[in-house]
């Protein structure tokens, strides 16, 4: 197991440096980096699916161990996902506001006898608010992913917290009832993260109502 863990997460770093990348590349290369990256983030998503495997074989002494450290390449990995495609949303939201402004730019307008149209002040309000708008949704839609990532990450904490303490407890030989209240609180911790999470997602409902 090991030397498969050392080549994921030497590549979870090596992407970490490639997503700088994204900021400095053209435009002709710039889906090709894209391209990239998300390949090795599935070559590293299918490396895990195999240290999962590798960890639960490991000895009892040091499985949980091993697992803590797949569950954490894994949050890393999910993280990096996470930024690609804000990062992917951002720029396709620029390259509509181009299109629509070079739209605007080559549009032919039409001339009557009597007076000339042209309702440029009302295409340049419009173009306006759409950039607000995706500007609001970006904002909006990263908020929302790190607070997931959040949630995703206390939950993996309070899980191997858990495991730990059921381990601690079977070796000092604790009373049943104790063993139930400390299952009974990571049952309420799980219901109160989803509560967490079905919050976040009205809001994000509502302000996207707001905003369009």
């Known amino acids: 197991m090991e030397p498969l863990y050392q080549q994921t997460h030497k590549q979870v770093h090596e992407i970490q440096s490639h997503m700088g990348r994204l900021e400095t590349a053209d435009k002709q290369s710039l889906h090709l980096v894209e ?13 895990l699916e195999r240290l999962e495997i590798l960890s639960s074989k490991e000895p009892p002494n040091k499985r949980q161990n091993a697992k803590l450290r797949v569950e954490q390449l894994k949050y890393d990995v999910q993280h990096l996902q996470t930024a690609l495609r804000n990062f992917q949303h951002r720029r396709y939201a620029r390259e509509q506001q181009e299109r629509q402004r070079e739209e605007l730019l080559s549009r032919t307008f039409t001339t009557n006898d009597s007076d000339t149209t042209i309702p440029m002040d009302e295409s340049l ?6 950039q607000k708008i995706h500007h ?17 990450a206390q939950r993996l904490t309070l ?8 381990d601690i407890a079977n070796m000092l030989g604790l009373s049943n009832t104790v063993m139930r209240l400390i299952e009974k609180r990571a049952f ?4 109160f993260m989803i509560g967490g999470m079905l919050l976040t997602c009205v809001v994000m409902f509502l302000v996207v109502q707001y905003l369009t």
């Open 159 to 166: 899980k191997g917290t858990q495991k730990k303490i059921l």
């Open 35 to 47: 391209n990239e990256i998300q390949a090795s983030i599935d070559q590293v998503f299918s490396r």
């Open 188 to 191: 309420q911790d799980k219901y």
């Open 125 to 130: 309000q419009f173009n306006s608010s759409l």
């Open 136 to 152: 609001g949704m970006d904002d909006l839609i990263g908020g929302g992913h790190s607070i997931l990532e959040g949630l995703r």
